[in-house]
């Protein structure tokens, strides 16, 4: 079945490292999406990718960056810069660029230790 | 910039009973509508999307959702709610033209069924 594979499911991380969220799919989507949800919060959007090697900034890019070297993967790299990284993080696909609706993940939580 | 809001934070209804959930969109023209649900600790998953013409749009698990361009609206509705429908429901808005792409969140309704 197509669809959005993101690992791990949790993730811990000590003050100071950069963490790798994965995000593959198989559903041959251009666009690919991060988004971060924080409890009692709707989503907010991390970075976005329309095409190969290409990612624009969104609304809360700062301590996060990500890599776009293939169509079918998407990883979200958590710097130390990122002072309150704990969260649930969304991987997030959509056919084009004109959105359809997205197909998501299933999520990775992460938790800062 | 577009903007969403959902105002009821928290609903309960009663198993069999009638639904409507609320949002409200700020664009400056029409956007595309969409509705998706999340259970606890998983994804979202679309139900239902509004690009143009029809104004009520049905989606999965006997959802629709109406259009309202004079209200701003766009209202999630179940005739009679199951045990299953347990769960948080956002309404995201997407900008047309040279911004589509990125959807806006609303912050989300959960629902709760009563049996």
């Known amino acids: 079945d197509g669809g959005i594979t993101q690992s791990p499911k949790y993730l811990f991380r000590k003050e100071g490292q950069n963490v790798t969220l994965s995000c593959e799919q198989n559903l041959n989507h251009d666009a690919m999406y991060w988004y971060r949800q924080d409890p009692g919060q709707g989503l907010r959007l991390i970075y976005y990718s329309q095409i190969v090697n290409d990612f624009q900034k969104g609304d809360i890019a700062e301590g996060y960056s990500v890599s776009r070297e293939k169509k079918e993967s998407f990883p979200l790299t958590v710097t130390s810069a990122q002072k309150n990284p704990t969260a649930f993080y969304l991987c997030?696909?959509?056919?084009?660029?004109?959105?359809?609706?997205?197909?998501f993940g299933s999520g990775t939580r992460l938790t800062v230790v | 910039a577009q903007s969403v809001t959902q105002p009821d934070i928290h609903i309960t209804v009663s198993e069999g009973a009638s639904l409507e959930l609320r949002c409200n969109y700020s664009?400056?023209?029409?956007?595309?509508l969409f509705w998706y649900v999340q259970s606890p600790g998983q994804g979202l998953q679309l139900l239902l999307k509004y690009f143009s013409g029809d104004t009520l749009v049905q989606g999965i698990k006997g959802f629709e959702a109406e259009f309202k361009r004079s209200q701003s609206s766009f209202n999630l509705r179940k005739p009679s709610v199951h045990w299953s429908d347990a769960a948080e429901y956002f309404c995201?808005?997407?900008?047309?033209?040279?911004?589509?792409?990125?959807?806006?969140f609303g912050d989300g309704t959960t629902l709760t069924v009563k049996p």
């Open positions: 995201a808005v997407d900008p047309t033209g040279t911004n589509a792409g990125k959807s806006t």
């Open positions: 664009y400056g023209a029409t956007p595309y």
């Open positions: 997030a696909s959509s056919v084009t660029r004109a959105n359809y609706g997205y197909t």
